[in-house]
């Protein structure tokens, strides 16, 4: 994968996106559109990291453009840079004002341009990157614990105003004390790992996976049944079986297993999202009593 960053260039004129087009090409992918739909289109099929998006078009301006971005939850965070032959500080006023990021007027200087554009690449570089520490687990480079949080809030809002339902599965690794006792913190970081990548699998769009902590993991579904959400677990307990991590050491042996805790919930406005977590969690406890490597719902 190529870590090119990526500019969109929205301008109703030919002859400016081949000259901006021809400046910036060196350093970054181009993408160029000649309408502010177009532009808005290109923005949510391919999430370039910064728009330079000209003021004066016909049909839909700078500015409309830039508010229809602005409210789409796909393209909202895309930093957006006027450019435009207007001199009038009202109109470099309300583009800040509107959340631009900048503001270049013509004629354009080479050098200013890519300056420009650079500073807001590397901060959204930056942005990324403090992202990525926020809310991904470096060892497993699932999602983490404070990710989870933010989104069981978001969709737990989402299901109330939907009607619709969440499934919560709390996964533990059984015995995984012992499993480092046999082979070290190294190799069990490993097992670690190998399973992040079997719940991974199952990663699709209206689901998270995430490592709560230590050896235990959590998988949301959002508007999906019981039943499907129970296969779901039955199918991450099986993948992990199949593994086949098997340890042995002195008198006993065993292989790497989990035990699931489930729930199935239309949430509403009595009821929090940590009631929810307990409600699995209280089934992944119940499982362990009851022997291990299995569901509980
Ligand atoms: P149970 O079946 O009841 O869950 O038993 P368990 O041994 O899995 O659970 P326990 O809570 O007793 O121990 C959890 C173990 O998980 C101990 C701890 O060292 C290990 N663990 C937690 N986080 C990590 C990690 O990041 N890496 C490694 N290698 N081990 C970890
Ligand atoms: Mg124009
Ligand atoms: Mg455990
Ligand atoms: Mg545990």
């Known amino acids: 994968m190529t870590d090119r960053q990526s500019v969109l260039v929205i301008d109703d004129e030919k002859i400016n996106l081949q000259i901006i087009g ?13 309408s502010g739909e177009q532009g808005i289109r290109k923005a949510i099929d391919y999430r370039p990291d910064l728009i330079l998006l000209d003021v004066v078009m016909p049909d839909m301006d700078g500015f409309e453009t830039m508010n229809r971005l602005r409210h789409d939850a ?18 470099e006023e309300k583009a800040l004002l509107m959340g631009a990021s900048d503001y270049i007027q013509k004629p354009l200087h080479t050098n200013i341009v890519q ?35 933010e989104v069981i809030e978001q969709e737990w809002q989402r299901a109330i105003t939907d009607n619709t339902s969440l499934s919560l599965l709390v996964i ?41 902590g230590g050896e235990e993991f959590v998988v949301l579904l959002s508007g999906c049944s019981q039943e499907e959400s129970e296969r779901v677990a039955r199918r991450c307990m099986e993948d992990v ?3 086949n991590l098997i340890y042995t050491h002195e008198d006993f042996s065993g ?15 009595n009821c929090r999202t940590e009631d929810f977590f307990n409600a699995a969690d209280e089934m992944l406890g119940l499982a362990k009593r009851s022997g291990k490597n299995k569901i509980l719902w």
């Not at 021809?22 to 000649?34: G, P």
């Not at 796909?74 to 109109?91: C, Q």
Request: aromatic fraction near 6%; charged fraction near 25%; proline fraction near 3%.
């Open 74 to 91: 796909r393209t909202s965070f895309i930093p957006v840079i006027f450019i435009t032959a207007l001199d009038d500080s009202s109109h």
């Open 241 to 243: 079986e199949e593994l």
């Open 255 to 269: 292989k790497v297993t989990v035990s699931v805790g489930g729930c199935t919930m239309f949430p509403g406005p």
């Open 172 to 212: 533990d690794i059984d015995n995984f004390k012992q499993y480092n006792d046999c082979y070290g913190h190294a190799t069990g970081d490993k097992v670690l790992q190998q399973v992040a990548t079997v719940l991974a699998s199952h990663l699709i769009d209206n689901r998270l996976v995430a490592r709560y």
């Open 115 to 149: 300056a420009r554009v650079r500073l807001h690449l590397q901060l959204v570089k930056q942005r990324n990157m403090l992202e990525k520490l926020a809310n991904i687990d470096p060892l497993t480079s699932l999602a983490n614990r404070r990710k989870y949080q």
């Open 22 to 34: 021809d400046i910036l090409r060196d350093e970054v992918s181009v993408m160029l559109a000649k």
